[in-house]
């Protein structure tokens, strides 16, 4: 039990084009699903916590219209990462947070290339 | 801030020597600390929370609160433990702040 689905797993994308990730909780419903960035050798650093059917919550320094993020229903939560720059080039992933106790489960995380 | 501390990058031992892994947290509340575990090619898995008080896969890790340490330990350490290793805690937020890392390889 406890699946996050992460889609797509790897991404190539020219400069200037958007790109929409999707993070899935398989057998579970998430209030609150997390995204993250990790650059190589580096830990995870939050971005956002997106709440079902309001806005999300951005961490400082991280731009809101740049990273759009959407959480529509209790098991989907996407990000789109807006006119994509060579700098966005990184390794995203999400996490669904599960139960009263909150424990969050990661999706197998997806790697943007911008060229 | 909130700041979770893993000094080691890498931690290197042979199969069968004890296993620590060093986590500090900085001093806020009540936090809940966390111990994470990605293997190769895998996603991020929860290994273990301190609330818990349980061994899984062997591994222990109790809260010094006066140390503000959280650290991870094996008392034989196995070829399969080899995995990248993230601390994080949890304050009055659902956010997880994570450490940088302990890289552990287990040699035969």
């Known amino acids: 039990g406890a699946v996050v689905s992460q889609h797509p797993s790897w991404v190539i994308c020219k400069s200037g084009t958007s790109v929409k990730i999707e993070c899935r909780s398989l057998?579970?419903?998430?209030?609150?699903m997390f995204w993250y960035r990790q650059f190589p050798k580096q830990s995870l650093m939050l971005m956002a916590t997106s709440n079902e059917g309001s806005k999300a919550t951005y961490e400082q320094g991280v731009e809101k219209d740049k990273f759009l993020i959407n959480h529509a229903s209790l098991t989907l939560s996407t990000l789109t990462v807006t006119s994509a720059h060579p700098e966005d080039s990184s390794f995203y992933i999400c996490?669904?947070?599960?139960?009263?106790?909150?424990?969050?489960?990661f999706g197998a995380g997806t790697r943007l290339s911008v060229l | 801030a909130q700041r979770v501390t893993q000094p080691e990058k890498l931690l290197s031992v042979f199969k069968g020597a004890p296993v620590e892994l060093k986590c500090n947290y900085s001093y806020s509340g009540s936090p809940e600390l966390f111990w994470y575990v990605q293997y190769s090619r895998q996603r991020l898995q929860l290994l273990l929370r301190h609330i818990s008080r349980e061994s899984i896969k062997g591994f222990t890790a109790d809260l010094n609160k006066g140390e503000t340490s959280f650290h991870l330990k094996k008392p034989f350490a196995q070829e399969e433990d080899s995995a990248m290793y993230y601390c994080a805690r949890r304050g009055n937020t659902d956010k997880l702040i994570f450490g940088t890392g302990t890289r552990l390889q287990v040699f035969p």
């Open positions: 996490s669904a947070a599960l139960g009263l106790d909150g424990i969050q489960y």
């Open positions: 057998d579970f419903q998430a209030t609150t």
